[in-house]
């Protein structure tokens, strides 16, 4: 047992000591189908706070000889699962954490440090091995273990990438990852490693190391199947703690999901714990010296993000290309390398069925519109959030003049993210001019009621305030809008709904660029 290999299970003790604990075990069963197999090396990006230390610890606890694990897992999924026995502390472990050893030691060759520390606990626990205690690398330490002894092993590095994160050269990342592709690609070691399990924000670097590191498959905030549920909450977990600590469920929705991996909704698992304990919901996000690398991109308007960033502030969704980003921190040759970098951070999420992305949640939205303070257009930022607080008030006022000259000011601020050639993007720049709404309402684009749908309905998720069904017309009147609402009978959705509810017609004329309202309360 050693600090390094074959580590004890002290870090998941401690885990499962909080008053919050989240059983993940479940990923164990999903990592061992990939031991010994061709894809059993696995790169685990996510971004800060989603718990990857955590399931590192506890596969570093499952997998380790170093320790008796048996006691910790009695009463988790895993221990019920038929793949549980099979490599139950049967595996020797080498575990390291690149950030802290950077972070403790910022002037020393991190490198050289690992390996003469590894090095030292491989002597004492395998002294057959004939291993050389000045010279050997760690990569000549295991052939020599090997070939003695036949004994396999699975490395666990978290933050792989601290390095690069950290601005040392360019030249020195480069280093290190030749030191991992002496690991991890030779083939005389390779039937020694039944397992290698890195984490880091970003996924592999690409930049002229490409082929070094190939052999990793990549799990990330970009898509993670079919892990994607084993790092950060899921909905079921979410549901769970709200039941456990009687707090609001789609609250918490509001303030912290947003995440789609393949399909599994994933929330920020420190912003949930948080919440939990608080007994309150609130922003929890702080800005991370590698968002504050992009921020110059940011505020300078590179290659008009920065009007990309009111659209996703304003609820928009922006086409984007992750293919180009080559996972560095050097080399953002446009808008899309950018954004990919922010969905690696989490200060956007990923569409991937659209190729698109956005601002996940309120929390995170909040925390965007702290970080543009600086940027020379903010006023206009505020000045859309304002107008949206304003048209909510004219709304449920039913002031239709108020309404159509704030949507006239939405068009203005907005329409050079969007074209209004169709009525779906006429749609959006309406959920746009609304977006504050969110605050207050579930939002709900094309609902299903009546004879068809409608274009957008805000049911209200707060008390005292009325829901909204809005129908849009270009080219036509707001009082088409307002009958088709009636005839069609949208309403039909809300039957159960106690509350008031406003009907809204808006129409958009193309050649005047004006838009007209008519609103009109729902008599039960």
């Known amino acids: 047992m050693g600090n390094y290999v074959n580590p004890n299970n002290i870090n998941l003790q401690l885990d499962r000591n909080t008053p919050i604990y989240v059983d993940k075990s479940m990923a164990i069963a999903e990592i061992n189908k990939l031991v010994n197999t061709n894809q059993r090396f696995i790169c ?13 610890n506890m596969l570093a606890a499952y997998y380790s000889k170093g320790c008796d694990s048996r006691h910790l897992f009695a009463d988790l999924k895993i221990a019920k699962d038929p793949c549980f026995e099979k490599y139950l502390n049967k595996l020797n472990v080498i575990k390291f954490d690149i950030g802290a050893i950077y972070t403790a030691n910022p002037n020393k060759d991190v490198i050289e440090l ?72 030779n083939p005389e070691l390779s039937p020694a490693i039944a397992l290698a399990y890195i984490t880091g924000i970003l996924p592999i670097v690409r930049d002229k190391v490409q082929s070094k ?47 789609n991996l393949n399909g599994v909704e994933i929330y920020n698992s420190n912003s949930v714990v948080k919440a939990m304990r608080a007994k309150e919901f609130s922003g929890n996000w702080n800005q991370t010296g590698a968002f504050n690398i992009l921020l110059d991109y940011i505020l300078m308007d590179f290659e008009g993000i920065l009007e990309d960033v009111k659209f996703m502030i304003g609820g928009g969704k922006v086409d984007v290309d992750t293919l180009s980003y080559l996972n560095t921190l050097t080399d953002f040759r446009c808008k899309d390398d950018v954004f990919t970098y922010l969905m690696h951070l989490g200060y956007l999420a990923y569409d991937r069925v659209n190729k698109q992305c956005y601002i996940p949640n309120r929390e995170v939205r909040d925390e965007w519109i702290q970080s543009i303070k600086l940027a020379p257009d903010y006023k206009g930022v505020m000045e859309l959030v304002n107008n949206s607080k304003k048209l909510i008030e004219a709304t449920a006022e039913c002031d239709s003049e108020a309404v159509a000259t704030a949507l006239d000011k939405a068009h203005t601020q907005i329409c050079n993210n969007l074209n209004y050639n169709n009525e779906g993007t006429f749609q959006a720049v309406i959920c746009l001019a609304y977006f504050y709404a969110n605050l207050k309402y579930t939002i709900i684009k094309e609902l299903p009621s009546g004879k068809g749908y409608a274009d957008v309905a805000f049911i209200p998720y ?16 707001a009082g088409t809008a307002l009958t088709q609402i009636e005839e069609k009978r949208y309403f039909d959705c809300l039957e159960k709904y106690q509350g008031d509810l406003l009907f809204v017609g808006v129409n958009y004329d193309d050649e ?7 609103i009109k309360k729902f008599v039960k």
């Open 44 to 56: 685990m990006s996510r971004a800060r706070r989603f718990g990857k230390t955590m399931v590192g």
């Open 114 to 185: 690992i390996t003469k520390r590894i090095r030292k606990e491989l002597i004492a626990q395998f002294p057959t091995a004939d291993i050389e205690e000045d010279d050997d690398t760690i990569e000549s330490c295991l052939l020599k273990i090997y070939a003695a002894t036949q004994e396999q092993f699975v490395f666990i590095i978290d933050e792989y990438d601290a390095l690069i994160r950290e601005r040392t050269s360019q030249e020195y990342f480069g280093h290190f990852l030749s030191f991992l592709n002496g690991l991890f690609k």
């Open 213 to 259: 590191l190939n052999i990793f498959e990549e799990y990330s905030m970009l898509g993670a199947a079919p892990l994607s549920s084993c790092i950060g909450f899921t909905n079921d977990e979410v549901k769970a703690l709200c039941n456990a600590h009687n707090m609001d469920f789609e609250e918490c929705k509001r303030w912290y999901d947003g995440y």
């Open 462 to 477: 707060v008390p005292n305030v009325p829901a909204v069904i809005i129908e849009l017309k270009r080219n036509k009147s």
């Open 512 to 518: 005047t660029k004006v838009h007209t309202c008519k």
